[in-house]
């Protein structure tokens, strides 16, 4: 059967309403930001979920990724204060925070952020020399992230952090500074040798030193007790006590046969005296020092029991 003009008008208003809602209806998805543009010119932004916009009028314009993105910068070469060459590349990682002027501030935003984030890799490391530049990673890092952050934010984004990834001076450099750092601790090695032997003939000295001072002082005090003794005998001599001079003489005369008897090298020792005369002399001493020190007027029965002195050519 035939369709009427009713029915034709009907299907055509549906198909309008059809046609209206899908293009008046925007879904937009998480994590992204799409832009509105009306006869070409921006008036909002559409956020994540269900969106309305003026069908034939209205139309979609950027589609900005609002999630955090890593952008890998490629290898170049850089040369340092020090007129060295060294090969650096490094990762940018960016976030979106304003869909309109990341899509309307600049054309191209990854290669801008690229390019951006290069040329200040070779205004930071540039002005740096070698040695700064190996050991202060994280300084690097930290002012490139503040510098490139500072010149992207008119764009509407966010630099969130810059990493220098690998640095590669040329092989023969590599070479030359481990020849250096073996000629360093070759250095410190022999510094600290020879501070250990300053320090060994230090504590050396100051034991020869104490020795030597404890001698002298066993030798100080020997002589003053040698000169105490000389003293006494003297007192006594001058009072007109003759048995301390014999006693002091008898005893220096024992001391100088212990020290022949006690000799290592000599195993027979030849005396030009009598044996009688040495008991006699032995048993004199006792005798001369009861009288000196004790000053007793009689005899002890030790005295009185003593053999008689028999000297040399008497019978």
Do not use: C
């Not at 309109?100 to 070779?122: C, D, E, K, P, S």
């Amino acid at each position: 059967m035939g369709f009427s003009g009713f029915d034709i008008a009907l299907l055509v208003l549906v198909a309008l309403v059809v046609l209206v809602l899908f293009k008046g209806i925007r879904t937009i998805p998480q994590g992204y930001n799409y832009t509105v543009e009306r006869f070409g010119r921006y008036t909002k932004t559409l956020s994540p979920g269900l969106n309305l916009i003026v069908p034939f009028v209205d139309r979609i314009g950027a589609k900005m990724n609002m999630m955090e993105q890593v952008l890998d910068v490629p290898t170049q070469e850089i040369i340092t204060r020090d007129n060295a060459t060294v090969a650096v590349d490094g990762v940018a990682f960016y976030q979106v925070l304003n869909a309109a002027q990341a899509a309307y501030q600049v054309a191209g935003l990854q290669n801008a952020i690229l390019n951006l984030t290069m040329t200040n890799i070779r205004t930071v490391m540039g002005s740096m020399d070698l040695d700064e530049l190996l050991s202060n990673r994280d300084a690097i890092n930290e002012r490139l992230l503040r510098v490139v952050d500072e010149a992207a934010h008119p764009w509407g984004i966010k630099i969130t952090r810059v990493e220098i990834k690998d640095i590669n001076p040329p092989a023969n450099l590599v070479e030359s500074m481990g020849r250096q750092m073996m000629a360093e601790r070759n250095k410190r090695a022999q510094i600290l040798a020879a501070e250990g032997l300053k320090q060994s003939q230090i504590l050396e000295a100051e034991g020869r030193k104490e020795a030597a001072f404890r001698d002298a002082e066993a030798r100080e005090r020997s002589a003053e007790a040698e000169a105490r003794a000389t003293q006494v005998v003297s007192e006594a001599i001058s009072k007109g006590d003759v048995q301390a001079l014999n006693y002091f003489v008898a005893l220096k005369y024992t001391e100088a046969l212990t020290r022949i008897g006690a000799a290592t090298n000599s195993k027979l020792v030849l005396m030009p005296i009598e044996a009688s005369s040495l008991i006699g002399t032995l048993g004199g001493i006792g005798e001369i020092a009861r009288e000196v020190f004790k000053g007793e007027g009689t005899a002890s029965p030790a005295r009185q029991a003593r053999p008689p002195v028999v000297r040399p050519g008497e019978t």
